[in-house]
């Protein structure tokens, strides 16, 4: 954790004295949700769409509260404030139980090395479907294990497969293709809708891209200009090795993306 506190149910306590109850089953159970922000020169970025989700991340599992966004985005500026930390990522762990729990801390920020961003990065692929898949959940110990082999494997993120071979999303982001003014993205209905994919989505029809919908078979992926993913620390990165194939090179028009994003983001985040 970053800072010297973090937020407990609205209460300001020192990092040092967090702690969860090991005798709380729903806590063992993963019965929780959360989101990640982002925070760069004092800005949040989306706290509100995030705040949505996560109320309606805990509305999908049954997860009842009596807590409001208003105050939860107090809360969330008042932690900043309080710890005079500019950069770092927002975390908000929501639990569930007889007694509802809600804490938000910072952490360090995940930064991608330029190379990456310039060169593309590596990804693996692991059979996996997620429940609930647009219930943002604590339920993450596949999604845990598959990082932990693409790291083992020198791979960026795992790329989850369903059963009809159709690449659905990464461990912790969204997957995304391109074919020359076409970007395709795996069905809503089947991947969290990240926050970051909403707005890569939006910039993209600004600058006048088609954005499609569609199931992508994994034997088909190569016939793309390109792939990339996204998600709210690392924004686009694009995808050079799947399983250790190669795509011919860095499509131009996913660099031209990822130019347009961020201008996008300046825009309006300030």
Not at 39 to 58: M, V, Y
Not at 89 to 105: A, D, M, V
Not at 178 to 197: C, F, M, Q
């Amino acid at each position: 954790m970053l800072g010297t506190h973090l937020i407990y149910n609205g209460t300001l306590i020192p990092t040092k004295d967090a702690h969860v109850a090991i005798d709380d089953i729903a806590t063992l159970y993963g019965f929780g949700v959360y989101e990640s922000l982002r925070l760069k020169k004092g800005q949040i970025f989306f706290l509100e769409k995030h705040l949505q989700r996560l109320f309606q991340s805990a509305h999908l599992i049954g997860l009842r509260h009596t807590y409001d966004e208003a105050t939860i985005t107090n809360w969330v500026h008042t932690l900043v404030e309080k710890n005079a930390i500019d950069t770092a990522n927002i975390k908000i762990i929501f639990l569930g139980g007889t007694r509802p729990s809600l804490y938000i801390f910072l952490l360090a920020p995940k930064f991608v090395e330029k190379k990456e961003y310039r060169e593309g990065i590596s990804t693996i692929t692991f059979l996996y479907e997620r429940f609930m898949p647009q219930a943002k959940t604590l339920n993450m110990l596949p999604s845990y294990m598959a990082y932990m082999q693409a790291k083992e494997a020198g791979a960026f993120d795992a790329l989850f497969i369903n059963r009809h071979n159709h690449i659905v999303e990464g461990s912790r982001t969204n997957f995304f293709v391109i074919k020359n003014n076409i970007i395709s993205t795996p069905p809503v209905t089947e991947v969290l809708d990240g926050i970051t994919r909403q707005g890569v989505i939006a910039c993209a029809k600004e600058h006048g891209y088609d954005v499609e919908e569609k199931s992508i078979p994994l034997s088909d992926v190569f016939s793309y200009d390109g792939a990339f993913l996204t998600n709210t620390s690392s924004k686009i990165v694009p995808i050079r090795a799947i399983d250790g194939q190669l795509f011919s090179h860095i499509a131009s028009s996913i660099t031209m993306l990822r130019q347009q994003f961020d201008a996008y983001l300046k825009r309006v985040i300030t």
